[in-house]
């Protein structure tokens, strides 16, 4: 083997089956190289062969260090890195690999070689290889704050010292830091294995919770919601990981949350007022956990009043011609969201005698004409079965469609007298035809001022099906017949 004995990653002499020995060891220098003093020491025991090992069997990594020792030949991936990273390299992930494997029986000859060939063994495989025995390796772990450095032990340790500046061991030392990226949340500054990172990729509930300056236990509920986290994951809060660019929204809103008394009174309205909205899903809450009291938006709520405002007609408080948005929906028998959908189409004009919501107003002269249309209906100021579909709740408007082509709604094909543009609208007839047969969760809850989540729950555990005759798909579609009797309705219906 010539001189090959001199790679300190060499333990066998493939040819004959020998494990290397030392012949003695010396601290001082020039002592330790003086062979014919040395040699007249040890001959006694060469000769009695007492240095003599058992035969050993060569493993795969010994024959593929002699051929590539001999004469470079090499079939694995590691053909195209340096001799001396690639040896080193599997020994140091054959030790992390075998590191909780020891067997107190083993003499250190025989560790090394075990090491050796485990990290042959993955490494010759190449780079997919490699990255799944690091995950195998941060699987393996179980502490609850493990980090990199305890997870990847000396493989970590001399990537990021000893061979931190040198270039044979790049790749190596990339490939675990991808892995490091991909598992643990790295804050952006902070160094990886001598890279400075740019961005955080990856952020934990633990991480997020201090960044954000909340518990674990109530963030938790808002990421679950957003799908950033999985419910009932038992994994440690710094293994529960989520990528931070798109949640980072999230995060940022999560401290301006309020309470629904604070949004009662930033939006200056009722109690009554914001309970109809949030009942109509005009304001909803970031997670449904009443336990939560921090969870509604306020940007949401003011952007609904700014919305609103901007629109609005400053009008007098003594002007009689205008009613609240509250009182114009009880009359009517409209959810607000129909008469904010009338107001934003243009088909309803809103004044306003304050800042707050319940300053808003609409006027009486024009809800009576929406509510009561004449028995010779203009087709331009009808509304059209699709924004109909949309006020009571069928947001795709192919869905309400689909339901009039089908034949189980009736609807009203007119032309408009100036463009001559035939418009499918609904009369007052087919407006009370729909709301005598159907119901959806928007008009049974201004129908009986209870909650969506509320009635939903009602009917799931009643069990009435949506309307879906022959499997087509109408939206959150009821027969109005089955919810009445699920429900015990005794009063006349509203419409």
Not at 64 to 73: F, M, S, V
Not at 205 to 222: C, I, K, Q
Not at 302 to 310: I, R, T
Not at 450 to 477: C, H, K, T, Y
């Amino acid at each position: 083997m010539g001189g090959d004995w001199q790679l300190r990653e060499v333990t066998l002499c493939v040819k004959h089956r020998h494990l290397l020995v030392p012949l003695w060891t010396a601290d001082n220098r020039y002592t330790r190289y003086d062979f014919a003093l040395r040699s007249k020491e040890i001959e006694a025991d060469l000769l009695a062969g007492t240095m003599d090992r058992p035969a050993c069997d060569p493993t795969e990594y010994d024959l593929w260090l002699d051929r590539r020792l001999e004469g470079g030949e090499d079939h694995t991936w590691l053909a195209n890195q340096g001799l001396y990273p690639a040896t080193a390299f599997c020994r140091l992930l054959g030790m992390e690999f075998l590191r909780h494997q020891a067997d107190p029986g083993q003499d250190d000859i025989h560790r090394l070689r075990a090491v050796q060939q485990a990290g042959f063994a993955v490494a010759r495989q190449g780079e997919a290889a490699i990255s799944a025995a690091f995950i195998a390796l941060v699987e393996a772990s179980g502490g609850k704050r493990e980090e990199p450095k305890a997870v990847f032990g000396h493989l970590h340790t001399k990537l990021r010292t000893d061979y931190a500046n040198d270039p044979a061991f790049d790749l190596f030392r990339q490939l675990l830091r991808d892995c490091i990226l991909s598992v643990w949340p790295v804050a952006a500054g902070e160094i990886v294995l001598g890279e400075v990172q740019p961005e955080r990729r990856l952020h934990s509930l633990y991480s997020a919770a201090r960044e954000v300056g909340v518990t674990e236990e109530l963030l938790e509920p808002f990421l679950i919601v957003a799908g950033a986290l999985i419910a009932g994951d038992t994994r440690y809060s710094n293994r529960r990981v989520f990528n931070a660019k798109d949640h980072a929204a999230l995060l940022a809103e999560i401290p301006t949350l309020v309470s629904l008394k604070t949004l009662q009174r930033e939006m200056g309205a009722s109690r009554t007022e914001l309970a109809r909205l949030v009942s109509e899903g005009l304001l909803t809450p970031r997670v449904q956990n009443e336990a939560v009291h921090l969870r509604w938006s306020l940007t949401q709520a003011m952007g609904l009043l700014a919305d609103l405002k901007a629109k609005a007609q400053q009008i007098s408080a003594t002007d009689a011609g205008w009613e609240p948005l509250l009182a114009a929906s009880r009359r009517c028998r409209q959810p607000i969201a129909a008469l904010l959908d009338a107001v934003r189409n243009g088909r309803l004009v809103i004044g306003a005698v304050g800042d707050g919501f319940s300053d808003l107003r609409l006027r009486i002269l024009e809800l009576d004409r929406l509510a009561r249309p004449s028995a010779v209906p203009d087709a331009e100021t009808l509304i059209t079965a699709t924004a109909f579909g949309i006020s009571v709740g069928i947001k795709d408007k192919g869905r309400f469609r689909a339901l009039i082509d089908a034949g189980q709604a009736s609807a009203t094909v007119m032309r408009n007298p100036k463009t001559g543009i035939a418009n499918t609208v609904m009369t007052a007839a087919d407006i009370a035809d729909f709301h005598r047969r159907f119901v959806t969760m928007r008009t049974l809850s201004a129908e009986t001022g209870r909650a969506i989540p509320e009635l939903r729950a009602d009917l799931m555990r009643a069990g009435v099906p949506v309307f879906s005759p022959e499997g087509q798909d109408f939206g959150r579609l009821f027969l109005r017949e089955a919810v009445e009797a699920a429900l015990g309705a005794t009063k006349d219906r509203k419409l």
